[in-house]
């Protein structure tokens, strides 16, 4: 892990896990904060025992510069950074729908940019996060960023023309599942089980079936299969939910969220 310095602008859900994984990594670098609202500032300097800076301040301490703020207030952010001793630093911004484009049009000419997308599980440290670089940014800048994100999940490096299918894949994919456990614990309630007993049931198969998952190697039709015996409980499920076009839905619902990841896209550029 880099010693390097780290300034997180923003405070929210997204700044502090990136503070919390920072901090759990014992990295020797110090890491500061800024943040708008005196509330959290306090919980932050409580919390996690950081500085809590202004921007100007922070950016002055720092080598790395997070930009962890939400993406309407991404100008009033860039114009402040601008404003600030930017130059040789990297950036790195977990800002939704924020282009690298558009990070660098606010920015001095040169700054390296690298644009990251953790999802919701980086607050607990299981994050998929992609990482895109900039028109500027080095291997080492590129490197920096993958290992300071890493500290809260898995990270890949992508192209940035596909991380508005990487948003709708693994960014709204907790969605997804927390819809379809929902929709499990509903149905073991319709057939007479108690909720807390449904949930129990349905959210420790889901972390189960993750780690076979992850760690088995297999393809998911492998593992589906070796739990669909002939004539059994199983494929009657499977073929009513083939019979309602379950797995189209999703295709279909997965593609409506990466549309709808460019338009926002589109409409933060031209802003």
């Known amino acids: ?7 997180i602008v923003g405070g929210g859900k997204i700044g502090e896990a990136l503070l919390s994984g920072l901090l759990r990594a014992q990295t020797s670098a110090e890491i500061v904060v800024v943040e708008h609202y005196p509330a959290r500032q306090d919980y932050l300097r409580e919390h996690y025992g950081v500085r809590v800076l202004e921007l100007a301040e922070a950016v002055a301490v720092a080598q790395t510069v997070v930009i962890a703020v939400k993406p309407q207030d991404i100008d009033a952010v860039l114009g402040q950074l601008a404003g600030t001793d930017i130059l040789g630093k990297l950036i790195v911004s977990v800002a939704a729908g924020i282009t690298t484009a ?14 990251c997308f953790p999802n919701t599980p980086a607050l607990v440290d299981e994050a998929m996060t ?5 028109a500027h940014a080095s291997s080492e800048h590129v490197q920096r960023a993958q290992e ?30 927390f819809y379809l456990v929902e929709a499990m614990i509903d149905a073991g309630i319709l057939l007479g089980l108690p909720r807390a007993l449904a949930a129990e049931l349905i959210v420790q198969s889901a ?6 998952l992850r760690d088995s190697g297999e393809h998911p039709v492998q593992l589906r299969e070796a739990v669909t015996s002939p004539g059994g409980t ?14 189209s839905a999703l295709i279909a619902a997965i593609e409506a969220a990466r549309d709808r990841s460019v338009a926002l896209g589109q409409a933060a550029d031209e802003s």
């Not at 992609?130 to 900039?134: H, Q, R, T």
């Not at 192209?159 to 299918?165: S, V």
């Open 1 to 7: 892990m880099s010693t390097q310095n780290i300034a």
């Open 102 to 115: 558009k990070l660098e049009r606010g920015l001095p000419a040169g700054v390296a940019v690298v644009r």
């Open 130 to 134: 992609a990482v895109s670089a900039g």
């Open 148 to 177: 300071m994100l890493s500290t809260v999940g898995k990270v890949v490096l992508v192209p940035e023309a596909q991380l508005d299918a990487v948003t709708a894949l693994s960014g709204s994919g907790p969605a997804y599942f």
């Open 207 to 212: 972390v189960g079936s993750a780690i076979m």
């Open 234 to 247: 199983t494929i009657a499920a499977i073929r009513e939910l083939e019979r309602h076009a379950v797995r």
